[in-house]
């Protein structure tokens, strides 16, 4: 047989287990520890960092295309003046003609 006193030694030192009801009969969540914190800190810091990258990856790209679009322009004027030129009209300050007529 086992004694009373078996028992007890073995949960002298142990608190026991606190249930967290609410009033409904649900349970409340229980709280987070340091290393669910630290993981919660840590997806955190990983998702801004993403939003970090992906913008300065967006503000390269649109810093990279200026040249690109300052090219076209200025072939898209040459074009206009050849095109000009071409058909005899003149263009500028004192000119008389228009390409779109």
Avoid: C, Y
Avoid at 15 to 24: A, H, T, W, Y
Avoid at 59 to 70: E, G, K, R, S, T
């Amino acid at each position: 047989m086992v004694s009373a006193r078996h028992f007890s030694g073995m949960t002298q030192d142990r608190l026991p287990p606190q249930i967290e009801m609410r009033i409904d009969g649900n349970l409340l969540p229980p709280h987070p520890t340091w290393p669910m914190r630290l993981a919660a800190a840590a997806i955190i810091v990983a998702v801004l960092t993403g939003v970090v990258a992906i913008a300065a990856l967006a503000f390269w790209l649109a810093l990279a295309l200026i040249p690109v679009a300052l090219v076209a322009g200025v072939v898209a004027w040459a074009a206009i003046r050849f095109q000009g030129w071409r058909n005899g009209r003149r263009f500028g300050r004192g000119g008389g003609g228009s390409l779109f007529r």
